[in-house]
């Protein structure tokens, strides 16, 4: 069996070698989070911002964000009321993509997307558009990492601003798998 | 073309010198702009309490390893992730091969992972007949070129774009003077396909914790997150050493990877994966495989000295301001990993003999030890393959022979000082050109004059 294998040879390898203690809680150590925000983050990774201080503004905001759409999709998360009266498409088929985000991150600028979101509407369309809630938006990774680990889906993405390459002679480029376009709609909760 | 491997070294790195010099400016170029960012991302930051926290992690993680790769298993498990342990690369591709048998696999996708180059992941599946995409656009170049990854991160980084231009206009019909967004424009088309139809996604690990079982995968352009949430089965190819204790140890690992690696704050994507799709999720994989692989770390771990080696997180800090790495990109290592950190992996991993002569691939400058985000001591840990390579008596005759004549003549103070007299008599601007390894240098600079006086002579009249 590979597995007894292999573990016995770790223990053979550790024989006699001092154990290290885990050093304790990783500390952001001088990137100051308390001065930041998330805006400012996430429009330094790329990303756009709308701040709407009222829900009832969402949907009207969205539907100018759509543009002359044929359709979006929307992610299974997003309120009704946050949707224009647009026809809905598959991911693979919609230019813009709608989705909730579980929270936020300021000290890397992230998005938190969640799984049962539905992963296609956060990355196929071209466009993604993202709603979070200014309540949560977590100061630094560790205190967001601590919220989401009691209740853990399939698949947690960070979507820090949009997709980005230099793999072509170091000239960056947006867009080259996941949405070149996203824009986190920062809303209060009413 | 033979398959490269480290032996060949010598002649590769000559070879690149001489008939490609396009490299060493495209290398160089990436190199600098990767090590600048670094350098501005760890400004920020307190950066020896980060690296040594890091440090600090993955020693604890590698004295417990056994402890938490069963937590792992246990836990990956419980999230319906079917675990599969690889003595050795061929394990490791059976294990991916009853997988493509059970499910009939004939279409897959990539995301980077440097393990599946180690393993030889991608002509295992083309030679049983599995259509194998790179999705990664670096990856994607140099699989159209056939040609292996050239560095850790930036796999395509000795290519300028006029190198791809020529590539994709062949390849993909674009225009001869496409600009980087058109050619980019045009892989995305051509790889969105290949992501909607493929049955398989396969990826590596930058992380794998205990803990909770997550698998933590980290990108900018977003191919992995496709990868591991578009096709039906993802099978991840994950190193025993890539464990992490805690979810909440991913906090710090996940932004001192990449402000190690490109300067980011955090990669634009982290997938952080527990197992397949649930009741009521839209989509992701309906079957998730993660293949554990040793294939040599055990006999790393059981070196009292090299184990600190694995500890290595994979961001390429040691490549880009390696002097040497920056002449020639990676090939000429001949596997996998290259640069310093590939130097001292090679030995571990392949064995000192077929590991030669890596680990004198160095000047020995330090520059590497001062940016790794876990402080391996890859100085030391070159002259430590080094002195082992003696021991086993794997150098050529002729340095063992200069060497015992050296420590011979620096034990014994009068032969030292007879010797020295001779050197500084000799008329090196005509003489220093006869001798060996000082013939080369000397021929293209201007020897200075030695003094006639040694140190200790001056030393002895009192000197300031």
Known sequence: MSKHEILRRVREALDGRPAVDHPGDFESWGTRPEEATFEDAFRAAGGEIEVLADLSEVATRIGELAGDAPG????????????????????RDAPVGVSMARGAVTETGSLLMDARDGRRAQLLPPTHLVVVYRDTIHPTLRAALDAVVPDLPSGLGL???????????????????????????????? | MSHPRPSGYADAAERILREEPGVRDSVTAATRTFHDHRTEAFRAVDEDAWRSWAREVKSHLLTHLDAYLEEAEARLTENGVQVHWAETADDALEALGRVVDQHDIRRSVKGKSMLSEEL????????????????????YIIQLLGEPPSHIVGPAIHKSVDDCRILFHRELGTAPDATPEELAAAAR????????????????????VAETGTLALMENEGNIRLSTS???????????????????????????????????PIGNYVSLLQGPRRPGEPDGPDEVHVILVDNGRTNLLADDAAWEALRCIRCGACLNICPVYRQTGGHPWGWAYSGPIGAILAPGLLGLEEAMPLPYASSLCGACADVCPVKIPIPDLLLHWRERAVEEGLIGHTEALVMKGYAAMATHPDLFRKAGSLLRWIPWKWGGRALPVLGGWSGEREPPEPSKASFQQLWDEGIE
């Open chain 2, 230 to 264: 578009l096709p039906r089965v993802h099978v991840a190819f994950v190193g025993i050493e890539k464990l992490l204790p805690r979810f909440a140890d991913l906090a710090g690992f996940l932004q001192i990877l990449t402000r190690s690696a490109t300067g980011q």
């Open chain 2, 189 to 208: 088309r051509a790889l969105r396909r290949e992501f909607l139809d493929a049955d398989l996604g396969m990826s590596g690990g930058n992380f794998l």
């Open chain 1, 72 to 91: 979006i999709s929307v992610g299974a998360g997003v309120p009704e009321e946050f949707l224009p009266q647009l026809p809905r498409l598959e991911p």
């Open chain 1, 159 to 190: 979507h820090s601003g949009p997709s980005k390459s230099a793999d072509i002679g170091q000239i960056l480029v947006k867009g080259v798998h996941g949405p070149g376009r996203v824009v986190a709609l920062v809303v209060e909760r009413g």
């Open chain 2, 120 to 139: 030889g992941v991608n002509e295992y599946l083309e030679g049983r007949g599995v259509r194998v995409r790179e999705t990664d656009l670096g990856e």
